[in-house]
Structures are given as C-alpha cells and as structure tokens.
C-alpha cells in the first residue's frame, strides 16, 4: 500500500526538543522530494520543511529556520524532522507529503501531534 | 510570508456550482503555473484535488475544476455534493512555500 506514517509526536516543555519521524512504503521515496506541513489547532496549512530527493537541498519557513532540521534516509525510506528550542507556536499536527514537484503534495500521512507547553 | 488569500467561507446548496478564489502576488500565483488545490474534511489529512492550476488528480471527479488569471486562482466545485463539505486550501509553488488561509465550504 502507498502511504506515508509519521510518528514521534507528543508533549513538551517550551525550550525542549523532539524529533518526528515518517516512514514510507509503496513507491520509490528516493524519487520524490518531500515536505513537512503543519496545522496548528483550529487554524490553516503552513509549509515547514522540504528536501530534494537526494537530500542535497533543504529548505524551510523562516519562522524555523535554525531551530528545526529536515534530513532523510532513502535506505530507510524515512523522513525525520529534528525540533529544537520548541515554542508554543509551534503547537501543531504535522504532516508529511510526498512532493510530486513543484509543490503539489499528492500524498499525505495522518499527521502526529506535537504539544508545546509547561 | 504572507499566506495566499482565500474567502474564509463558501457556500451553495446541492446540485449548484461554487468558486472560491486565491488570490496571490506577481511572486506567486501570477509567477508560475504551480497553484494546487487541497480538499480536508475534519480530522482528516488534506487531499490533493488540482495541481498544476487546472490538473486532477487520478480518482478526483470533474466536478472539480481550477483555473487562474493573473494573480488570482480559482477552484470550482460543480453538481455540489454533501460530501463536498469541507476546507479547501489552495498553495503556489514560489521560493518559499505558501499555502492560502482555508476555505470553508458548507453545503446547504
């Protein structure tokens, strides 16, 4: 089955870390660049992260930039998100996607719940 | 950055037509042939139901339909459905990713 499964989610102090995980099957992940998306409790979709599908070129919203990190493992047919100096704005579902290319996310997974607070 | 904007609700009864609008900047939307369209029903992931401005995905009915002029997208969901109620969320390919701020759309 192609599908996309994040896991790592959960609850953490302001200033903590947590680092996501999405794990990947049915189709060739090394293909494909792919993205992390976020949608914080009652609001819209913003874009956090992408990687090329080599994983050469990273780039990310501004509103992370130096605190998060995108990085994957084609062996693995893994995508991992390292969050750092955790804020609660950063409260959110996050998605991973598959990025057919010029960001059309054609495949989501379910999300994992990321909670920042004391 | 500053998201895509998007009326914060739409509305038609069954059987009818409806268009929601995305409107971006000479950056975005009116740059590249790239806005995708992204339906989400509560709870759920998002669903990736145009890209390329006026592409459907395999498995999305014609009943959903995108088009752009300029800077503005438009999305258009024809023969309304109940199960048509949902968010929609439009994105454009530009240096940094945005997506618009949602779209309710309620089936009357």
């Known amino acids: 089955e192609v599908q996309l499964v994040e896991s790592g989610g959960g609850l953490v102090q302001p200033g903590g870390s947590l680092r996501l995980s999405c794990a990947a099957s049915?189709?060739?992940?090394?293909?494909?660049?792919v993205d992390w998306v976020r949608q914080a409790p009652g609001k819209g979709l913003e874009w956090v992260a992408n990687i090329e599908p080599d994983g050469s070129g990273k780039y990310y919203v501004d509103s992370v930039k130096g605190r998060f990190t995108i990085s994957r493992d084609n062996a693995k047919n893994s995508l991992y998100l390292q969050m750092n100096s955790l804020r609660a704005e950063d409260t959110a579902v996050y998605f991973c996607a598959r990025n057919r290319g010029w960001f059309s996310l054609d495949l989501w997974g379910q999300g994992t719940l990321v909670t920042v607070s004391s | 950055q500053s998201a895509l904007t998007q009326p914060p609700s739409a509305s038609g009864s069954p059987g009818q037509s409806v268009t929601i609008s995305c409107t971006g900047s000479?950056?975005?939307?009116?740059?590249?042939?790239?806005v995708s369209w992204y339906q989400q029903h509560p709870g759920k992931a998002p669903k990736l139901i145009i890209y390329e401005v006026t592409k459907r995905p395999s498995g999305v009915p014609d009943r959903f339909s995108g088009s752009k002029s300029g800077n503005t997208a438009s999305l258009t969901v024809s023969g309304l459905q109940a199960d048509d109620e949902a968010d929609y969320y439009c994105a454009s390919f530009r240096v940094s990713r945005v997506f618009g701020g949602g779209t309710k759309l309620t089936v009357l």
């Open positions: 049915g189709f060739t992940f090394s293909d494909y660049w």
């Open positions: 000479s950056s975005d939307v009116g740059a590249y042939n790239y």
